[in-house]
C-alpha cells in the first residue's frame, strides 16, 4: 500500500483551447488535511473532478487510493467521499429520502439503521421528512458532509464546503474535518478562506490553473521570500499615494488605520519606504509577512506569467 | 456485488425516480390528463357523425322532383337547407366560407329528363376540408335519392341500371381518411408525444440541476441510471395505454377484431423503443429546452410521414422510405392491421422486427453516448 491517498503527475485539462488546468504535480499522504486554495477560476473545481473520475484528463497521470484515476473510476468512487461545490442531492426529495437512496447506491446493511444512526448524529431526526430544498444553507451543507461520509470512504474531497456558512457552523464543521481526519481519514478541501488554510496541515495553492506554492503554511509563507512593513502616523493616505509604483513596492494595502507594504525585493522596499515615510511624517517598522499577503502576490506574479 | 449490475442499486434509483414523479403533480397529472384531452378532442371531432349540417340548394327550377330529393335529403337528417334557394355564385361563396357544408345543385333540366327516362343527374358538392364530418352524409346519398324519386316518380321512374347519378365533389380534400384510422393511431401519438419527452426531461433535469454530478460520483453504473430512468416511465405509459383503450372502447365505440394480446406485444415494444429514445435525446442535450426542442424536431416529421396524417401510400417514394425510419410509423401499421383487420401475429411479424430494431440500436446508442464523466 502506497502511503500516498493522492499522487497526480503533469494533471492537464484543456476546455476548447483553454488550459484550464496546466500540469499539476500534487501527493497527498494519507491521514492529511490538505487545503487547496486560488481564486475563483484557478481550477479549483476541475482539478478535484479528475481525481474523482468524473472528468478525463486530457495529459498526465495519477492514482487515488492506489487506483488508477483513468482506469479505475468505479473503484475510486466506492472509496471516495466527492462534496460538490454546488448543493447537489434533490431538492424535492426529504432529508430521509437523500440519505436512503445514498444508502442504497452504495448496498450499505443494515440500511434503515444506518440512515437511523446518520440522521441523529446530524441531529436532524426531527426534521427527516422536511424536503432538502427548504434547507437552509447550514443545514444542506451538513446533509451533504453527512452524506458523503455514510459510506466510511477512506477519502473527502469537500469543493468549497464553507461558502455562504456562517462562523459558527464553519468552527464546528472543521472541528468535524480534524475528527475525521485523526481517525485515519485524508481530507482534499478546497476554499478561499485564509483562517481556513490555516486550519489545513498543508496547502497546495493553484493560481491559473498552475500550481504555484505547496506546504505548510509556515512554508508557503518562507518560501514567498517576502517582506513586510507597516507604516502608521498622521498622513497615511499621502504616503499610500506615494508608495504606489515606487522601487520594490509591489503591494500596499490598509488595514485599519495602517498600511502594509510588501515587496519581494527586502532591500529596495526598506528604501522606499524609509524614504515616503520620511517625507509624509509617517514611521515605518518591519512586520510579519502574512498568509494573504503571500497568495495576493502569488496571484500577481502568476497573472503576469500567462501569456 | 456486481461491477456491472446490482438490483439494490437499481432499486435505489428507481425508488428516488418514482418519488420524485409522485411529487411533482402537475407533470404527473399531465401524463394521464392530456392522453384523455386530445383523445375527446380528436375523437369527438372525428368520430362524432354530425347531423344537421348546414346547405345550400341551387335549383333553378323548382318542380315536385326537385322538392322531393330535397325533403328526402332533409329526412336523412344530415342536411338543414339554410337557403333553398341560392343561386350558383352565393352558394359558392356560403361554402367558400364555411356558412354551409354542402351545396346541392339540381340542373334545370333535371324533372325533364327523369320524365323522359334521361339520364338525370344532381352535383353534392361537400366541404371535406374535415373529410370525416361529410362521409356519413354522402354516403346516405345514393340511396335516399333513388328511393325518394321511385316513389314521386312512380312508372315514370328511371328504371334500376340508369338511376339517378349523383356527382361529389370533396372540395378542398380530395382524399378521405376513414375515421377509425384515426384513434387507434392515436394511441402511438399520444404514447410517443407524453414517453419520449418526458424521458427525455428527466435525465437532462439531473444535468441542469447539477444534481448529475453527484450521481456520476456514486458508484451507479451507466445500465442502471438508464433502467432506473425508464422503467418507471414504462409503468406511466402502462397506464395511459390502458386509459386510452378503455376510452376508445367506451366512448368511441372503435372496433377491435384483433387479438388484445398481440395488441399489447406490439405496445410494449414501441413505449420501449420510445423511451429508450426519449434517454438517448437526453444524453445528447445539455438543458431540458434542448430536450424539448429535439423531442419536437423528432415528434413533427414523425406525425407527418407515419402515415397518422396523410394515408402513407399516398406519398411519394422518398417520402415513404423517411417514414420508415420512424418507430410510429411501424406502429400504426401493426395496431391498424390487428386492431381493426384482424391480423395474426405472424402477419405483422414485419412491424414487430422493425420496432425490436428500434429497441436495440437505440440502447446502443444510448449506453454510448451516455457520459460517465461530466465532460
Ligand atoms: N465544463 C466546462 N466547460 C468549459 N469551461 C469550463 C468548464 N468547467 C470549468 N470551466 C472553466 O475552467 C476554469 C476553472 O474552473 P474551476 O475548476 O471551476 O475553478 P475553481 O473551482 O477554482 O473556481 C474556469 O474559467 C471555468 O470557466
Ligand atoms: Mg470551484
Known sequence: ?307 | MSRFFSLTRLRALLSKESIQMRRDRVTFAMMIGVPLVQLMLFGFAINTDPKELPAALVAPTQDRFTRAMVSALELTGYYRFIAPNATATQAEAMIARGDVAFVVTVPSDFGRRIERNDRAAILIEADATDPSVASGAISTLSTVAGRALQREAGDAAPQQDRGVEIIVHRRYNPEGITQYNIVPGLLGVILQLTMVMMTAMALTREAERGTMENLLSMPATPLEIMLGKVLPYLAVGAIQVVVVLAAAKLMFDVPFIGSLTVVLAGIFVFVLALVILGYLISTVSRTQMQAMQLTFFFFLPSLMLSGFMFPFRGMPQWAQHLGEIFPLTHFLRLIRSVMLKGAEAQTVADSFVALGLFVVLLSVAALFRFRRTLD
Not at chain 1, 481530507?187 to 495553492?205: F, G
Request: glycine share 8%.
Open chain 1, 1 to 307: 500500500m502506497t502511503t500516498n491517498a493522492i499522487t497526480v503527475r503533469e494533471l492537464t485539462k484543456r476546455f476548447g483551447d483553454k488550459t484550464v488546468v496546466n500540469g499539476i504535480d500534487l501527493s497527498v499522504r494519507r491521514g492529511e488535511i490538505m487545503g487547496f486554495l486560488g481564486p475563483n477560476g484557478s481550477g479549483k473545481t476541475t482539478t478535484i473532478r479528475m481525481m474523482c473520475g468524473l472528468l478525463e484528463p486530457d495529459f498526465g497521470t495519477g492514482t487515488v487510493l492506489g487506483h488508477d484515476i483513468r482506469r479505475e473510476r468505479s473503484a475510486i468512487k466506492r472509496k471516495v467521499g466527492y462534496m460538490t461545490q454546488h448543493f447537489s442531492f434533490y431538492d424535492d426529495l426529504t432529508i430521509a429520502e437523500n440519505l436512503h437512496f445514498v444508502a442504497g447506491l452504495y448496498a450499505m446493511r443494515p440500511k434503515r439503521q444506518i440512515v437511523k444512526d446518520t440522521l441523529e448524529d446530524l441531529g436532524l431526526a426531527s426534521r427527516k421528512d422536511q424536503l432538502a430544498g427548504s434547507l437552509s444553507g447550514g443545514w444542506k451543507q451538513r446533509l451533504a458532509l453527512a452524506a458523503c461520509i455514510m459510506h466510511k470512504p477512506e477519502l473527502l474531497m469537500l469543493d468549497e464546503p464553507t461558502a455562504g456558512v456562517d462562523p459558527k457552523a464553519r468552527r464546528e464543521f472543521w472541528d468535524d474535518i480534524h475528527e475525521l481526519a485523526n481517525n485515519g481519514l485524508t481530507v482534499l478541501v478546497s476554499t478561499h478562506y485564509m483562517d481556513e488554510a490555516e486550519r489545513c496541515h498543508r496547502i497546495a495553492y493553484l493560481s491559473f490553473g498552475n500550481l504555484v506554492a505547496i506546504g505548510t503554511t509556515k512554508d508557503v509563507v518562507r518560501d514567498a521570500g517576502l517582506t513586510t512593513m507597516i507604516i502608521e502616523g498622521a498622513d497615511v493616505p499621502s504616503a499610500a499615494r506615494a508608495l504606489a509604483g515606487e522601487e520594490g513596492v509591489d503591494q500596499v494595502a490598509y488595514f485599519g488605520a495602517t498600511l502594509h507594504v510588501v515587496g519581494s525585493d527586502a532591500r529596495a522596499l526598506k528604501r522606499s519606504v524609509t524614504r515616503i515615510a520620511a517625507e509624509t511624517d509617517c514611521t515605518a517598522v518591519p512586520a510579519k509577512t502574512s498568509l494573504e499577503d503571500v497568495f495576493i502576490q502569488l496571484m500577481n506574479t502568476s497573472r503576469d506569467n500567462t501569456p
